[in-house]
T-cell receptor
Framework: EADIYQTPRYLVIGTGKKITLECSQTMGHDKMYWYQQDPGMELHLIHYSYGVNSTEKGDLSSESTVSRIRTEHFPLTLESARPSHTSQYLC????????????FGPGTRLTVT | GENVEQHPSTLSVQEGDSAVIKCTYSDSASNYFPWYKQELGKRPQLIIDIRSNVGEKKDQRIAVTLNKTAKHFSLHITETQPEDSAVYFCAASKEGGSYIPTFGRGTSLIVHP
């Protein structure tokens, strides 16, 4: 089924650890995005990509990095997690050409202790 | 860049009442305006969208209106039900090219039974 997937769904880690949040979509979309969102609060764009080998920083300053080696895969890496990174991370994708609707993944809820 | 203002931040209504959420945008070149609904603990999902070549669009109990001259658009929900309780986000974007949508800060709608 065409969808957008995120793993893990929940993650509790200690300060200083390196983590990678996975995002994959099976819709063949060119554009992909990462948002940071505290529960029920506004969506902060932290990274986006127009396609393979394209990565851009969003509006929210972030200590994370992303890569886009394959169309379907857009992982986000935190080199050294801190308690201020505790939040929910939402991945999204959209197609250029029709609709422009963004499809969101289920999110990863990250807690850094 | 684009700036989207969304009001109110919280809206409380009685079941059966109507609810209106308003957004303004700054870039007159924006031409695509989606609305997303995010239920508690779930991902945002598109509920309705409008393009700049139309002034109003309806889908059952929800409707969106667009005033290009004033650069504002609104979400209207009639005969509200408890399951309408959620956070609603508006966004503005431009179709085509390298444009990334800009989101409003969200409105928490609470429908009291």
């Amino acid at each position: 089924e065409a969808d957008i997937y995120q793993t893990p769904r929940y993650l509790v880690i200690g300060t200083g650890k390196k983590i990678t949040l996975e995002c994959s979509q099976t819709m063949g979309h060119d554009k992909m995005y990462w948002y940071q969102q505290d529960p029920g609060m506004e969506l902060h764009l932290i990274h986006y990509s127009y396609g393979v080998n394209s990565t851009e920083k969003g509006d929210l300053s972030s200590e994370s990095t992303v890569s886009r080696i394959r169309t379907e895969h857009f992982p986000l890496t935190l080199e050294s997690a801190r308690p201020s990174h505790t939040s929910q991370y939402l991945c999204a994708s959209s197609e250029e050409g029709t609709g422009y609707e963004q499809y969101f993944g289920p999110g990863t809820r990250l807690t850094v202790t | 860049g684009e700036n989207v203002e969304q009001h109110p931040s919280t809206l409380s209504v009685q079941e059966g009442d109507s609810a209106v959420i308003k957004c303004t945008y700054s870039d007159s070149a924006s031409n695509y305006f989606p609305w997303y609904k995010q239920e508690l603990g779930k991902r945002p999902q598109l509920i309705i969208d409008i393009r700049s070549n139309v002034g109003e669009k309806k889908d059952q109990r929800i409707a969106v209106t667009l005033n290009k001259t004033a650069k504002h658009f609104s979400l209207h929900i009639t005969e509200t039900q408890p399951e309408d309780s959620a956070v609603y986000f508006c966004a503005a974007s431009k179709e085509g090219g390298s444009y990334i949508p800009t989101f409003g800060r969200g409105t928490s709608l609470i429908v009291h039974p």
